[in-house]
C-alpha cells in the first residue's frame, strides 16, 4: 500500500476546508438576511402617526418650495390671451365697469383685516344632507360595488394580481366638519393692477370610520404559468383626516386659439376658445390623514397586519393626494350656467300650466308644427307630379294637374276632393 505524501495531503485538507467555510458563511448570511428582513420589515415598529404627519408636510414643503405659488390658477397662455382678445363692441349691451377685488369687497362690506372668521355651520348642515344622499344611492342595485368591481379589474389592473374581489365596503355615518372661514386676495401672478383673486379658506375635520377591503392573489408568472400563487387580503380605513380647504371661483376667460398654419398672418382674426367658469379647490400641505391599514397575507401560514405593508399603503394614498389636490395643485370643476332655465325648474304649476308641469301652449305648437309637415308633405307631391308631366310621362292625368292649379275640375264618377 503506496502511502500518500504529507506534500500531497495537505493542499487537500486545505481546499476542502475552505470550501466548508465558505458554505457556512454563505449560509449564516443568508440566515442574517432573513432574520433582519423579519425583525425590521415584518415585525418592525411603525413610527407614531405625530411624526410621520410633521416628516410628510416637511418634505411636501421642501419639495414644493421651488415651484410653489400662493394657489396660481390660471396658467400663463390664458392670462397673456386675456390682452389679445378683441371682443366685438355692441351699442344695445352696454358693458359693466371694470369690477377690481378692492371693489368688490367693499360692496359686500367685508372687511379682510376685520372680519371675524365665520362658523360655517350652515353649510355643514347642507353637505351632510348632500353626503347623506350620497351613501343612500350607493346602496341602490349595489351600485357602488358594482363601479369599483368594474374599475378594479379594468385593464389599468397589473398582471401579477389575479381577479380583485371586494371584501368590504363602509363609507361612514358622521361627516365633515368646517369652520374657520376666512376670505383674502392672493395674488395670481397677473401683471394688471388689482387683480388679486378671493380665495376662501377653511379648516376641516372628518373623524369617521370609512373601510375599503379587498382580497386577491399575487400570481408569480416566472419562468412559467401559475409558478407561485400568494393569497393578499388588504383593508383600508380612513380614520381621520383634518386639513386647511381653499376655494376659489374662476371665470370664464376667452383667449385665441394658436394658429396650426405657419403661414397665416398674426394679424388675421383667429378662432376664440372659452375656458369654462370653473370652482377650483386644493389643500395646504400640512394636512393630516390616519389611516388604519389591516392586511393578511398567506393562505395556510398567514402573517397578519405587516407593519410594512401599512407603511407602503400609506405612502401610496398621500402621494395620490399630494398629485392631485395639494398646493400648488388644484382641481378644478365646470360650473353649468348659471342662467334661470324653464327646464330646471322644480315645483308647483304654474296657471300657464298643466298638472304635468307643461305649458298649456305646448300641444298647440305641436299640432301647428304636424300640420305644417303636412302641408309640406302635399306640395312636394304636387311638385313630383308636375315634374312628371313636364317629362311626358305623367299617369293621372287631368285630375291632378286640376287640382294643382287651383281648379274644381272632377273625373265622372270620381270621389269629391
Known amino acids: 500500500m503506496t502511502a500518500i505524501p504529507n506534500s500531497q495531503l495537505a493542499p487537500q485538507q486545505q481546499s476542502s476546508l475552505s470550501f466548508t467555510e465558505g458554505f457556512l458563511l454563505g449560509q449564516l448570511s443568508v440566515v442574517i438576511l432573513i432574520g433582519a428582513f423579519i425583525k425590521f420589515f415584518i415585525f418592525g415598529d411603525p413610527p407614531s402617526p405625530e411624526t410621520t404627519a410633521s416628516t410628510r408636510a416637511l ?99 397589473p398582471d401579477f394580481l389575479s381577479s380583485i374581489k371586494i371584501t368590504e365596503i363602509s363609507l361612514g355615518e358622521d361627516f365633515p366638519i368646517l369652520s374657520n372661514c376666512r376670505v383674502h386676495p392672493v395674488d395670481d401672478g397677473s401683471t394688471e393692477p388689482d387683480a388679486a383673486k378671493l380665495q376662501a379658506r377653511m379648516d376641516v375635520d372628518l373623524s369617521d370610520l370609512i373601510t375599503f377591503g379587498v382580497e386577491t392573489k399575487i400570481v408569480l408568472n416566472w419562468p412559467r404559468p401559475l409558478t407561485a400563487v400568494l393569497p393578499v387580503a388588504l383593508a383600508v380605513s380612513v380614520v381621520r383626516f383634518s386639513g386647511t380647504l381653499s376655494i376659489s371661483f374662476l371665470p370664464s376667460v376667452s383667449h385665441p386659439t394658436p394658429s396650426t398654419h405657419p403661414s397665416s398672418s398674426s394679424h388675421s382674426q383667429q378662432p376664440l376658445s372659452t375656458t369654462p367658469t370653473s370652482l377650483a379647490f386644493s389643500f395646504l400641505p400640512d394636512y393630516r390623514l390616519d389611516l388604519n391599514v389591516r392586511s393578511l397575507v398567506g393562505s395556510r401560514s398567514r402573517l397578519q397586519d405587516i407593519p410594512k405593508i401599512a407603511q407602503m399603503v400609506e405612502n401610496r394614498l398621500h402621494a395620490w393626494i399630494d398629485e392631485r389636490c395639494v398646493e400648488p395643485r388644484v382641481q378644478q370643476i365646470a360650473l353649468p350656467s348659471l342662467w334661470p332655465r324653464k327646464k330646471n325648474t322644480r315645483g308647483p304649476p304654474s296657471e300657464e300650466d298643466d298638472g304635468l308641469g307643461i305649458r298649456a ?38 285630375r291632378w294637374r286640376s287640382r294643382a292649379e287651383g281648379g274644381g275640375y272632377e273625373m265622372p264618377g270620381a270621389m269629391p276632393l
Request: proline residues 6%; glycine residues 4%.
Open 361 to 398: 301652449s305646448e300641444p298647440v305648437r305641436d299640432i301647428r308644427e304636424e300640420a305644417r309637415r303636412e302641408v309640406e308633405e302635399e306640395r312636394k307631391k304636387d311638385r313630383e307630379h308636375w315634374e312628371r308631366e313636364a317629362a311626358g310621362g305623367y299617369p293621372e292625368g287631368l
Open 59 to 157: 418634505a411636501r414643503q421642501s419639495r414644493d418650495k421651488g415651484q410653489r405659488r400662493s394657489f396660481s390658477i390660471n396658467s400663463s397662455p390664458h392670462v397673456a390671451g386675456r390682452s389679445d382678445v378683441r371682443h366685438s363692441s355692441s351699442n344695445v349691451l352696454r358693458n359693466p365697469p371694470r369690477l377690481t377685488t378692492p371693489i368688490i369687497l367693499a360692496k359686500t362690506y367685508y372687511n379682510v383685516n376685520a372680519h371675524q372668521p365665520e362658523s360655517l355651520d350652515w353649510f355643514n348642515v347642507l353637505i351632510a344632507q348632500t353626503i347623506a344622499q350620497f351613501r343612500t344611492d350607493a346602496h341602490q342595485d349595489e351600485a357602488i360595488l358594482t363601479s369599483l368591481t368594474k374599475i378594479l379589474n379594468g385593464p389599468q389592473k
